[in-house]
């Protein structure tokens, strides 16, 4: 195993790997925003607000 790093440069392929995860990374990013499921910025933001304002810090029993 050590001597497939003497024919390629282990600082290049560490490069290539990082570039690639990255680039893998931002493409499962951008298709998940492309889905009307999974779209976490452009989704109904005050579904949350509306639940938000009907719930209470404690139980009624202990407030």
């Known amino acids: 195993m050590h001597k497939i790093w003497m024919i390629f440069d282990p600082r290049r392929i560490l490069v290539a790997n990082a570039i690639f995860l990255f680039t893998l990374a931002v493409l499962?990013?951008?298709?998940?925003?492309?889905?009307a499921k999974y779209n976490w910025i452009e989704?109904?933001?005050m579904a949350g607000a509306s639940t938000a304002q009907?719930?209470?810090a404690l139980p009624p029993s202990r407030s």
Do not use: C, N, Q, Y
Not at 29 to 34: A, E, K, T
């Open 54 to 56: 009907h719930m209470e």
């Open 28 to 35: 499962i990013h951008f298709v998940l925003l492309s889905t």
């Open 43 to 45: 989704g109904d933001s």
